[in-house]
């Protein structure tokens, strides 16, 4: 049943509160697994930069962390912080991951106009807030989520302006909310903006192929290339007037390649923590495929239901059904592009071919994910009648199957969404007795002052820069960033902070811990020991 | 002479009438007639009207030669508090320009040079001592001069008179016996404070002037009518016991906070009040501890003695980080730095990381050591650089900054400085030296000025021209200098290697051996650096019996012959590589063939004829003898786990590398944890050297992040001449180490209010699997 079946008075609020009400469990979920106290490379860094951009009142603090890709996320949070009150961190940790809410309402209005009935947006919504990359990045403190919400907003008003509008003031309403927004995107992330703009491009070129191939009467289309144009100029202006560190960025890139590829894919940074070492990071080998069953899921299925529309596309008794006055359409329209950026990253990772820039999926999966799910919804939807049918007899064994197949879905999530230290070595939690240790070691460590270049003190905190990234998060501010945590990344240091979850962490990366044995242990907590290496006993 | 007598009538009738007429600047309208003080060339003008010359109200105008013009003049005022302002010539006309008015002394001078304030409103103490309780603020340029780095006025064209001080001084006599106690000096050009503390009871300055202060602090050029110098009332340097504390800036304010040299101290360490001190102590604290002013983190010391004769002979350079945290209370505020008395102690029993001990040979040549004997202080910035900084810097040669400065140093001495007397020698050394080095002769740059007998450049890079040098290291590695190397142009010509109960001596084609008495220690005996009288009175008398007639260090020959016990020369015979084994002589030899001579019995070996070729000379309790070389053969003991006492994780991996064969061996550690996954973690890799016949201790600290059963793997890699190849050998060991807490529940003990997700997520299938099942509910789309 799609909309144009259902009755005319079904109301869509049952299945948003559905949708609304799946996103808040799980934005809980992740905020009391550890108990609020979540640590992570991305959102510490954000926080710093949005505390640089508060604590100054300018976009450009000089001598204070910058985000180089766009300022929009950092002003938004301070001006949140300098309204409300609250800190930054409060909001940081608390309060934007329930913005998560707010994208599942812009998706559910996306979806419901993409698929005509309210249930099934609502299938399409929780089968990407239950997708584990998606969930993650707009649940940290890191500026996707406002990504998210502006290229949900682009989607929504491209649909809807060629779903609905006929009247001129409409389509110039609709065109001023499209470049404000994309505009807005230009300023959150201008590389993140040119790969959308990549991506309708490419939607574009679908779909010029399409019509050659069907010499279908479907309107012109040149205002996809007009909207892709006016975003480049945007791009161009925010990285080459509005905003030098992107510039930065663009010039310090190694080649032309690099360029393209910063342009393309919008993979200028190096790859988050999380998945930066995919095997080593989860305790049973090959861990991580077994954590994509979900992934692999949702774009097979969108993958058939995607053929299906193309198979609608070629009979010509149903192509006046799929015109670009169809929601199918764009499912249709919008699918290979998004899928072919994420199959070139993935080939990418398999291969090594970008070397450092590895692991994109990240970023790319959950923007696929935008589309494969309400893919994978129209398949299913397809399906359902029919398995019902077949399993018609045996109703309790398929209800098991389904509860097994709910909680095995919704523990992948789960598991990978918080990366779940039982199976992860990549962890984004701490423990409030190792922030008393290092917040007592940030106060009281004798610091030379005087020699603030040359003879910092470092702290050896554990196999990942998991505590580094808590001390950049917490302690850091104008005047009291003074004990940088480092990894083992580091040959030096003159501090060995201790816990049992930094023992176990180390244990997990196979390696041995720091030379202790002729330190000195200069606190404890019950839980936290801190110890100083006399010069003889340094590495 | 009629003429004469007329021309000289007439010439005091115009300075009479000059006089009386012309408005005279000095003494245009004398109002009152000033007070003669003959003794100090002073008129007194009683501008308070006491009819007394006083220090309180009065104008005092020194005319030391009579010629008229006043060449210095102090001025006593009461506002409220008790002042003394001091104008010199400032204008530079050659006087002090000043007026006599109906109401006084008017000076014309612009400013004053030196404004004293009486703390406690007097100059002088009951039984006229002098009261050095004030403050003073000098107005002018001024450089540091002499060993106490006085302030010297005079010489500048500009002397930067503008009202403005320019130095601050203060002086305190805190128990009122004329006997200054403490001295600050804040200065504003360079920004730099310091404060001197006197512990000499004897330090009594005396003025030959009414006013205290006047010839003691105030040191005027009569000549030239300006004050010519500020002396410190408190010798920085000089002072036989005392210290002073530099700060590098000023305080601004600060209450409690470490000095910089903190402090640079002076001790009569010999107690023979002689005005020498016996003792200076330079400590270091570079690095300021952040937030923690009471704490002081000590990082260099320049510790130099004399013993003999009065003259700095010794000095120790210890370099690392200790903390104290003291707090000396002075006046209007504290400073934490080890208190005067205890520096001594401190420096000696605390933990260094370097040290660079120092003897200064020469007998003729005597410099002035006033701050102690210098270390080289451009290796220094690279070896605070490494030690300190912890950066990555390559450390040049070292190289002493005098000739005949034997110095013997240890950059990982970690341990409290520990001196030794060598019996092979007679000098004193210090204990666990890595290396020792005596410059004797080499090409000095005659331009070079800086107060080293080397050029900055040759000082920091360690590259000099360098004739005769003596080098002295510790082969076996026990800690004791045993082999001495004499060089002439980098060439090595004699050299002198002891091993208990011998000693050998090579030079040319000769080789000398020597069977010394067996209680002969590399030591004779061990001490600590004096730190009080007696210490330094113990030191003396045992150096001064056991250094007598000692040998210079010139001739490794004269050290050879002075050893007691039987010897034997073996002639056409060259000196090889000596083994680091230190429990017996073991020493490749090459000879033209040995003839059949009478030999002492221990050298009886030797008594036969024996062939040209290459040799193993070994010598073992009393007994020498050749073999036929051969290469090293290395087996490496079963390693096992010491775990670490108490509380603490973690222990040491002990095991050893037994060298079975009659070379020496460079050899390779490389210490693996074999891994449960596959794989091997790397836990310890070390160069080492195996000596022949010997064996290599390895204790490796590990603290494995949990225990259980662990498998180790330690493979040696080692060459050693005569071995065609890099041979290698192995052990395994399978260890049970204690386990610390169980990792895997502390995921979850860290965060036990696991209720709530838990219920979460229970919640989300709850609401999940009726949706999914009402989407399966729904009918076939088209």
Same mark, same amino acid.
């Given at each position: 049943?799609n909309?144009r079946?259902?009755?005319r008075a ?5 299945a948003?509160?559905?949708?609304l009400?799946v996103r808040?469990?799980?934005?809980f ?10 640590t992570e490379?991305d ?6 930069v949005i ?5 100054s ?7 204070k962390?910058t ?6 996320y ?5 001006a949140? /912080?300098l309204? $409300?009150g #609250?800190?930054?961190?409060t909001?940081?940790q608390?309060l934007?991951p329930? *913005?998560?809410? !707010? &994208?599942t309402?812009?998706a ?7 698929l005509?009935s309210?249930?099934?947006?609502a299938?399409?919504?929780t089968?990407l807030?239950?997708?584990g990359?998606?969930l993650?990045?707009s ?20 649909v809807?302006a060629a779903?609905?509008?006929t009247s001129?003031?409409?389509r110039?309403a609709l065109a ?10 230009n300023t959150?992330?201008v590389f993140f903006?040119?790969?959308f703009?990549?991506t309708?491009l490419?939607?574009?070129l679908?779909w ?7 010499q ?6 040149p205002?996809?290339?007009?909207? /892709?144009l006016? $975003?480049? #100029?945007?791009?161009?202006?925010v990285?080459?007037?509005w905003?030098?560190? *992107?510039?930065a !960025? &663009?010039?310090?890139s ?9 342009i393309?894919?919008?993979?200028a940074e ?7 070492m995919?095997s ?8 991580w ?10 774009f097979t299925?969108?993958l ?9 596309f ?7 059904d ?14 290979p592009?998004f899928?072919l950026q994420?199959v070139?990253v ?5 291969t090594?071919?970008v070397g ?9 999966i959950?923007?696929t994910a935008?589309v494969?799910?309400p893919?994978?919804?129209y398949a299913?939807?397809?399906?359902a ?6 399993t018609?007899r045996?109703?309790? &064994?398929?209800a ?6 709910s909680?095995?879905?919704l523990?992948?999530?789960?598991i ?6 039982l199976l ?13 240790g290092l917040?007592w ?7 030379i ?6 003879r910092?003190?470092?702290v050896w905190?554990?196999?990942t820069?998991?505590l580094g990234?808590l001390w950049?998060?917490?302690?850091w501010s104008?005047?009291d ?16 902070l ?5 023992r176990l962490n180390?244990?997990?990366?196979h390696?041995a811990?720091p030379?202790?044995?002729n ?15 006399p010069?003889e006993?340094?590495? | 002479?009629?003429?004469n007598h007329?021309a000289?009538r007439?010439?005091w ?14 003494q245009?309208?004398?109002a009152?007639q000033p007070?003669p ?15 007394q010359?006083?220090l ?5 105008v020194?005319d030391t ?9 102090l001025r006593?005022?009461q506002?409220p ?17 000043y ?5 006084g002394v008017?000076?014309?001078?612009a400013?004053?040079?030196v404004?004293?304030?009486?703390r406690e409103g ?12 004030a ?17 010297l ?6 002397n930067?008179?503008?009202g403005?001080p320019?130095l601050?001084?203060?002086y305190?006599d ?12 804040t200065?504003?050009?360079p920004?730099?404070e310091e404060?001197?503390?006197n ?11 009414r006013?205290?202060w006047?010839g003691t ?9 300006r004050l010519?110098?500020v002396?410190h009332l ?6 036989e016991?005392?210290y ?5 800036r000023?305080?601004?304010g600060q209450?409690?906070l470490p ?7 002076f001790?009569d ?8 001190s016996?003792?200076s102590?330079?400590?270091v ?9 009471s704490?002081t983190?000590y990082?260099?010391v ?5 013993q003999?004769?009065?003259?700095m ?6 370099i690392?980080?200790v ?5 000396v ?5 504290a400073?934490?730095?080890v208190?005067y008395e205890q520096?001594?102690a ?11 001990f120092?003897?200064?040979?020469a007998?003729q ?14 290796f220094?910035?690279?070896?605070r ?7 990555a810097?390559?450390?040049?040669p070292?190289l002493p900054?005098y ?6 140093y ?13 019996p092979?020698d ?7 030296a890595?290396?020792g080095?005596?410059?004797?002769d ?5 331009n070079?000025?800086n107060?080293?007998d080397f050029t900055?450049?040759e000082?920091a ?13 510790d082969?076996?590695g026990d ?14 010509v004699?050299k002198?290697?002891?091993?208990r109960g011998?000693?050998l ?7 000398y051996?020597?069977r010394l ?7 004779l005996?061990?001490?600590s650096?004096p730190?009080?009288?007696?210490s330094w ?5 045992r150096?001064?019996?056991?250094t007598?007639?000692?040998p ?9 012959a002075?050893?007691?016990?039987e010897?034997?020369a073996?002639?056409n ?17 090459t000879?033209?063939g040995l003839e ?8 009886a070996f ?13 010598g073992k309790?009393?007994?020498?003898w050749?073999e036929a070389?051969?290469?090293?053969a290395?087996?490496l ?6 775990p670490?006492s108490?509380?603490s994780p ?9 060298n079975?064969?009659?070379q020496?061996a460079?050899?390779?550690?490389q210490?693996t ?5 596959g794989?091997?973690a ?8 195996v000596?022949?016949?010997?064996q290599?201790e390895?204790?490796v600290?590990?603290v494995?992040a949990i225990?259980?059963?662990r498998r180790?793997?330690a493979?040696?890699t080692y060459?050693?001449p005569l071995?065609?190849?890099p041979?290698q050998?192995e ?14 529940a ?9 209720l709530?997700p ?8 709850a609401?999940l ?7 399966l ?6």
């Amino acid at each position: 049943m799609n909309a144009r079946s259902e009755p005319r008075a079904a109301s869509p609020l049952p299945a948003l509160a559905f949708a609304l009400a799946v996103r808040l469990l799980l934005t809980f979920y992740w905020l009391t697994r550890f108990g609020g106290h979540l640590t992570e490379s991305d959102a510490a860094r954000t926080t710093l930069v949005i505390r640089s951009v508060f604590e100054s009142g300018q976009l450009l603090p000089a001598g204070k962390p910058t985000y180089p890709y766009g300022y929009l996320y950092p002003a938004y949070v301070s001006a949140l /912080a300098l309204l $409300s009150g #609250l800190d930054v961190l409060t909001w940081q940790q608390w309060l934007l991951p329930f *913005a998560g809410l !707010i &994208l599942t309402l812009l998706a559910f209005v996306l979806y419901l106009r993409l698929l005509g009935s309210p249930k099934w947006a609502a299938c399409a919504v929780t089968l990407l807030n239950l997708q584990g990359d998606f969930l993650y990045t707009s649940q940290r403190g890191s500026h996707e989520k406002l990504d998210f919400m502006l290229i949900f907003l682009a989607l929504a008003v491209i649909v809807l302006a060629a779903l609905k509008t006929t009247s001129l003031r409409q389509r110039l309403a609709l065109a001023a909310v499209y470049y404000l927004v994309i505009l807005a995107e230009n300023t959150e992330h201008v590389f993140f903006a040119t790969t959308f703009t990549f991506t309708l491009l490419l939607a574009f070129l679908f779909w010029l192929a399409m019509r050659r191939r069907q010499q279908l009467q479907i309107m012109a289309s040149p205002w996809v290339i007009y909207i /892709a144009l006016m $975003s480049l #100029l945007f791009s161009f202006l925010v990285i080459f007037y509005w905003y030098p560190p *992107a510039r930065a !960025i &663009l010039y310090t890139s190694r080649d032309l390649l690099e360029r393209v590829r910063l342009i393309l894919f919008s993979a200028a940074e190096p790859p988050a923590e999380l998945y930066s070492m995919v095997s080593a990071n989860w305790v049973l080998p090959g861990a991580w495929l077994w954590l994509r069953v979900f992934d692999i899921f949702l774009f097979t299925t969108a993958l058939i239901g995607w053929w299906r529309l193309v198979r609608l596309f070629f009979r010509r008794s149903e192509a006046s059904d799929l015109s670009q006055a169809s929601s199918h359409f764009w499912l249709l329209l919008l699918f290979p592009p998004f899928f072919l950026q994420n199959v070139a990253v993935v080939i990418s990772d398999i291969t090594g071919s970008v070397g450092e820039i590895n692991n994109l999926q990240i970023r790319l999966i959950p923007l696929t994910a935008f589309v494969a799910a309400p893919l994978s919804a129209y398949a299913i939807s397809h399906w359902a009648a029919r398995l019902r049918q077949a399993t018609a007899r045996f109703a309790t &064994l398929r209800a098991i199957v389904v509860t097994l197949l709910s909680a095995v879905v919704l523990t992948l999530t789960l598991i990978k969404s918080v990366s779940e230290p039982l199976l992860a070595n990549a962890w984004i939690f701490y423990t409030p007795a190792e922030e008393a240790g290092l917040a007592w070691l940030n106060q009281n460590i004798p610091y030379i002052e005087a020699e603030i270049g040359r003879r910092t003190p470092r702290v050896w905190a554990g196999p990942t820069f998991r505590l580094g990234d808590l001390w950049r998060q917490e302690t850091w501010s104008t005047g009291d960033h003074r004990i940088p945590v480092f990894d083992r990344g580091q040959t030096t240091y003159t501090y060995v902070l201790l816990s049992p979850q930094v023992r176990l962490n180390t244990l997990r990366y196979h390696e041995a811990l720091p030379n202790i044995l002729n330190a000195q242990r200069i606190y404890v907590n019950g839980e936290v020991e801190i110890y100083y290496l006399p010069p003889e006993a340094r590495p | 002479m009629a003429l004469n007598h007329g021309a000289h009538r007439l010439r005091w009738v115009v300075l009479l009438s000059l006089t009386l007429l012309l408005p005279h600047p000095a003494q245009a309208a004398p109002a009152r007639q000033p007070i003669p003080v003959p003794e100090e060339g002073a008129l007194v003008y009683d501008e308070n009207g006491n009819g007394q010359a006083d220090l309180f109200g009065d104008t005092w105008v020194y005319d030391t030669n009579s010629d008229g013009r006043a060449e210095l003049i102090l001025r006593f005022r009461q506002e409220p508090a008790l002042v003394a302002y001091l104008y010199d010539d400032a204008n530079a006309n050659g006087q002090v320009d000043y007026l006599v008015t109906g109401a006084g002394v008017q000076i014309l001078e612009a400013y004053w040079r030196v404004k004293l304030t009486a703390r406690e409103g007097k100059w002088l103490l009951p039984g006229n001592v002098p009261d050095w309780n004030a403050e003073m603020v000098v107005d002018g340029n001024y450089r540091f001069s002499g060993t106490n780095a006085d302030f010297l006025l005079t010489g500048y064209r500009d002397n930067h008179q503008d009202g403005q001080p320019d130095l601050l001084l203060a002086y305190w006599d805190v128990n009122h016996d004329g006997i200054p106690d403490y001295e600050r000096n804040t200065l504003a050009i360079p920004p730099y404070e310091e404060v001197i503390a006197n512990r000499n009871p004897r330090l009594r300055p005396h003025s030959r002037y009414r006013f205290p202060w006047l010839g003691t602090v105030l040191q005027p050029d009569w000549a030239r009518a300006r004050l010519a110098l500020v002396m410190h009332l408190i010798p920085s340097h000089t002072n036989e016991q005392g210290y002073y504390v530099s700060f590098g800036r000023p305080l601004q304010g600060q209450l409690l906070l470490p000095g910089w040299e903190n402090p640079f101290a002076f001790y009569d360490l010999a107690g023979d009040a002689d005005g020498f001190s016996e003792l200076s102590v330079r400590l270091v604290s570079e690095y300021e501890v952040w937030r923690h002013p009471s704490l002081t983190a000590y990082n260099e010391v320049r510790y130099s003695w004399a013993q003999d004769e009065n003259h700095m002979r010794y000095r120790l350079y210890l370099i690392g980080q200790v903390f104290r945290n003291d707090s000396v209370p002075y006046p209007s505020y504290a400073i934490s730095h080890v208190p005067y008395e205890q520096i001594p102690a401190f420096v000696c029993s605390s933990q260094w990381t370097g040290a660079i001990f120092g003897e200064y040979e020469a007998s003729q040549r005597k410099l002035s050591f006033d701050e102690g004997i210098y270390e080289n202080l451009l290796f220094t910035v690279a070896l605070r650089g490494r030690l300190l900084s912890q950066r990555a810097v390559e450390l040049p040669p070292y190289l002493p900054a005098y000739l005949n400065l034997r110095e013997e140093y240890n950059f990982h001495l970690n341990r409290t400085p520990t001196l030794y007397f060598s019996p092979i020698d007679r000098r004193l050394h210090l204990r666990d030296a890595q290396q020792g080095l005596l410059i004797l002769d080499a090409h000095l740059d005659p331009n070079n000025h800086n107060g080293f007998d080397f050029t900055d450049q040759e000082l920091a890079t360690g590259q000099a021209q360098v004739l005769r040098y003596l080098t002295e290291s510790d082969s076996d590695g026990d800690g004791y200098f045993d082999t001495w190397t004499l060089y002439f142009y980098n060439q090595p010509v004699e050299k002198l290697v002891f091993r208990r109960g011998t000693v050998l001596f090579a030079r040319g084609n000769t080789v000398y051996l020597k069977r010394l008495p067996a209680d002969l220690h590399a030591a004779l005996w061990e001490t600590s650096p004096p730190t009080d009288t007696l210490s330094w009175r113990v030191l003396n008398e045992r150096l001064a019996t056991d250094t007598a007639e000692r040998p210079p260090l010139d001739s490794l020959a004269a050290l050879f012959a002075a050893l007691p016990g039987e010897s034997t020369a073996l002639s056409n015979t060259s000196l090889g590589a000596v083994s680091t084994n230190a429990g017996e002589l073991i020493a490749s030899l090459t000879t033209a063939g040995l003839e059949s001579v009478a030999r002492p019995q221990a050298f009886a070996f030797f008594a036969q004829n024996i062939p040209a070729g290459e040799y193993l000379l070994r010598g073992k309790d009393g007994a020498y003898w050749l073999e036929a070389p051969a290469p090293a053969a290395i087996s490496l003991s079963p390693i096992t786990f010491i775990p670490a006492s108490g509380s603490s994780p973690g222990g040491w991996l002990l095991f050893y590398a037994i060298n079975g064969g009659a070379q020496d061996a460079q050899a390779r550690l490389q210490l693996t944890e074999t891994l449960t996954g596959g794989g091997f973690a790397i836990i310890h890799e070390e160069e080492a050297l195996v000596p022949a016949y010997g064996q290599r201790e390895f204790i490796v600290p590990w603290v494995p992040a949990i225990g259980g059963e662990r498998r180790l793997r330690a493979r040696l890699t080692y060459t050693s001449p005569l071995l065609s190849a890099p041979a290698q050998t192995e052990a395994e060991a399978t260890l049970t180490v204690p386990a610390p807490p169980a990792p895997a529940a502390t995921l979850y003990l860290a965060f036990p209010d696991l209720l709530a997700p838990l219920l979460l997520a229970t919640a989300l299938l709850a609401l999940l699997v009726p949706g999914l099942q009402a989407l399966l509910s729904e009918e076939a789309r088209p």
